[in-house]
C-alpha cells in the first residue's frame, strides 16, 4: 500500500527565512505533486515533478524529487506572508486507477 | 480556461437524508475521480471512474456511495443514508487521458446535522 509521510506537520516562520517542508512515500511512484490550500479553499497545483533530480521553481517555491530515496522537498525561500497555506505532496502510480495518495499536509504559517 | 466545477458549494443535511453532489468535469476528460477531506485532515481518495464504470474505489466508499456519470457531462456522487461522519468536504477531479496531471473542483462542504 501506498504511504505518504509529510514533516512537519506544522510550521511557524518569519518572514524572510527559509524552510523546507519534506515528503516521504514508501513506494515506487511515478509522478509526485505538490499542492496548496488556503483554508476552506480547493486544491491548486504548484508543481508536477515526473522524474529523479527533477527540480522545478516558482517565486520563492522549488521542489525537488529524489525517485531513489522516494523523498520530495518543498523549500521556501524568503518566506512571505502570502505563502501561508496548507501545502500537500501526492503521489500515483501510472498502473490502474492512477488516484492520488496525499500526505498529511504541512500547515505553514508566516509571521511579519 | 477550462475548469471542473462542483455544485453546491455547501450542503447542509439531516443524519439519514440522500444527498446527490454533482460535478461538471472538463469536457475533454475521461478519467473521473471523488476525494474527501474531513475538516483538518488530509484529502483522501475515494473512487474513480472510466468508461463509465468504477475503476478502484478506497474502503470508505461502502454501499452508501455511488457513482454515476447520467448525461456524458455530469459526474454524480450519491451518499444513500448520510451520517454524521459523513461531513466532509468533497473534491471531484479529472484528466484527460493516462498519464496527465488530475484537475480539481472547488469542493462541496457536506455538512451532516
Known amino acids: 500500500e501506498l504511504k505518504v509521510e509529510q514533516n512537519p506537520l506544522f510550521l511557524s516562520m518569519q518572514e524572510g527565512k527559509n524552510y523546507t517542508i519534506y515528503c516521504n512515500y514508501s513506494?515506487?511512484?511515478?509522478?509526485l505533486y505538490w499542492y496548496r490550500q488556503d483554508p476552506g479553499k480547493s486544491l491548486e497545483s504548484l508543481f508536477v515533478l515526473l522524474s529523479n533530480g527533477a527540480v522545478k521553481q516558482e517565486g520563492r517555491l522549488m521542489a525537488s524529487l529524489d525517485t531513489k530515496a522516494r523523498l520530495s522537498t518543498l523549500h521556501i525561500t524568503a518566506a512571505v506572508h502570502d505563502l501561508s497555506a496548507t501545502y500537500f505532496c501526492?503521489?500515483?502510480?501510472?498502473?490502474?486507477?492512477?488516484?492520488?495518495?496525499f500526505g498529511q499536509g504541512t500547515r505553514l504559517t508566516i509571521n511579519p | 480556461e477550462p475548469e471542473v466545477t462542483q455544485t453546491p458549494s455547501h450542503q447542509v443535511t439531516q443524519m439519514g437524508q440522500e444527498v446527490i453532489l454533482r460535478c461538471v468535469p472538463i469536457s475533454n476528460h475521461l478519467y473521473f475521480y471523488w476525494y474527501r477531506q474531513i475538516l483538518g485532515q488530509k484529502v483522501e481518495f475515494l473512487v474513480s471512474?472510466?468508461?463509465?464504470?468504477?475503476?478502484?474505489k478506497s474502503e470508505i466508499f461502502d454501499d452508501q456511495f455511488s457513482v454515476e456519470r447520467p448525461d456524458g457531462s455530469n459526474f454524480t456522487l450519491k451518499i444513500r443514508s448520510t451520517k454524521l461522519e459523513d461531513s466532509a468536504m468533497y473534491f471531484c477531479a479529472s484528466r484527460v487521458h493516462s498519464g496527465e496531471e488530475q484537475f480539481f473542483g472547488p469542493g462541496t462542504r457536506l455538512t451532516v446535522l
Open positions: 513506494t515506487t511512484s511515478d509522478r
Open positions: 501526492a503521489v500515483d502510480r501510472s498502473q490502474g486507477a492512477q488516484k492520488l495518495v
Open positions: 471512474f472510466y468508461n463509465n464504470e468504477i475503476s478502484e
